[in-house]
């Protein structure tokens, strides 16, 4: 890719292992929720598994089908309102993150070329809390939240933000994310270069041409 002075992260999924920290989330809930359900046994994990399936990857903007979900499976009751475990959610997730293997040393490498930033959707203390935990505050020229803007991926918009505090072109940054109606499509409308990150293992199919990689040391070979 040629003339590319900025590259842009989404967070989850893409430099935070978002599969780790929702798991070791769901954890503690269930151990504050549901304290007689002993953690080393099958139901525990049962519970824990199905709950992760349920959050489909962070795409279910309505925690309360998540806990609807969840009570009528294991006919349980937990005291607490959709809008409770929303912000019950976005008070505790940021505490477990944790960064890929590869993303700080792929990061300290990039920086060494290119700006750097971090656009991702969601709330303010969740999200803000995730970079600062994470470290990498210190690496990015430039962070924008949706939360704080009041724009959300794919518009268009929030991309032209991020470019404008970066002092580059559109067309001059690549986007790396892992979720494609949100990252690759509003990539796409502002005119960066969109990269698709997902683990191989998990590989989803696609009959759309955009680059992939399946881990973010992946850009090295790419940039």
């Known amino acids: 890719m040629d003339n590319i002075k900025a590259v842009i992260f989404d967070f989850d999924n893409t430099l935070g292992d978002r599969f780790e920290y929702c798991y070791q989330t769901y954890r503690c809930f269930l151990k504050t929720f549901l304290p007689e359900v002993d953690d080393s046994s099958l139901l525990f994990e049962s519970m824990l598994q199905d709950l992760v399936l349920y959050d489909e990857y962070g795409n279910v903007s309505d925690k309360g089908q998540i806990l609807r979900a969840f009570e009528k499976r ?3 009751r937990i005291e607490m309102t959709g809008k409770e475990f929303a912000r019950w959610w976005i008070e505790h997730q940021y505490l477990f993150t944790v960064l ?3 993303t700080k040393d792929t990061v300290l490498k990039l920086r060494e070329k290119y700006k750097l930033g971090i656009l991702t959707n969601g709330a303010h203390i969740a999200q803000w809390g995730k970079v600062e ?3 990498l505050l210190p690496y990015m020229d430039a962070i924008i939240i949706s939360g704080d ?3 959300t991926k794919p518009d268009a918009r929030i991309f032209e933000m ?3 505090q970066l002092g580059v072109k559109c067309e001059d940054c690549v986007y790396v994310g892992d979720t494609f109606s949100c990252d690759i499509v509003g ?3 502002a005119g960066m270069k969109p990269i698709w990150i997902w683990p191989s293992e998990r590989a ?3 009959d759309y041409e955009v680059t992939r ?3 973010l040391s992946d850009l090295l070979e790419i940039l």
């Open 162 to 164: 991020m470019a404008d």
């Open 149 to 151: 803007v009041g724009v």
């Open 204 to 206: 989803k199919p696609s």
């Open 133 to 135: 935990k994470s470290g």
């Open 74 to 76: 294991y006919n349980v």
């Open 213 to 215: 990689i399946s881990k």
């Open 100 to 102: 890929f293997p590869d």
């Open 187 to 189: 990539a796409l409308n």
